[in-house]
């Protein structure tokens, strides 16, 4: 059964920095995108950040761009988002997801078959 379990989420205060984790189960990571999406309260789920199969090439929202990092461990079977300079917009449910493209295909929702089943980031003050 293929399986993403994220966690590290948590309560931060501006400007604090957390570092969310995606571990797999049921499958390799080495042969898939992974890619991060958040879902403020309120809003609709957005895309943040995904990382290809060989974690050669990454992308990122604007929104985050230069605060966060997407890495990934194909050892550990485990991909990684270091968050920080964290903001309150940044609040909001985690999503890891797995796509079968070994390079991002953007983030639109269908091109990812696999989810887990989040994780809250809060940051407040």
């Known amino acids: 059964q293929l399986q993403l379990v994220e966690s590290g989420g948590g309560f931060v205060q501006p400007g604090g920095s957390l570092r969310l984790s995606c571990a797999a189960s049921g499958f390799t990571l080495d042969s898939s995108t992974i890619g991060w999406f958040r879902q403020a309260p309120g809003k609709e789920r957005e895309g943040v950040s995904c990382?290809?199969?060989?974690?050669?090439?990454?992308n990122y929202a604007d929104s985050v761009k230069g605060r966060f990092t997407i890495s990934r461990d194909n050892a550990k079977n485990t991909v990684y988002l270091q968050m920080n300079s964290l903001k309150s917009e940044d609040t909001g449910v985690y999503y890891c997801?797995?796509?079968?493209?070994?390079?991002?295909?953007?983030?639109?929702?269908?091109?990812?078959?696999?989810w887990g089943q989040g994780t809250q980031v809060t940051v407040s003050s």
């Open positions: 990382i290809s199969s060989s974690g050669g090439s990454t």
């Open positions: 997801a797995r796509s079968p493209f070994r390079v991002c295909p953007g983030y639109v929702f269908k091109l990812y078959d696999n």
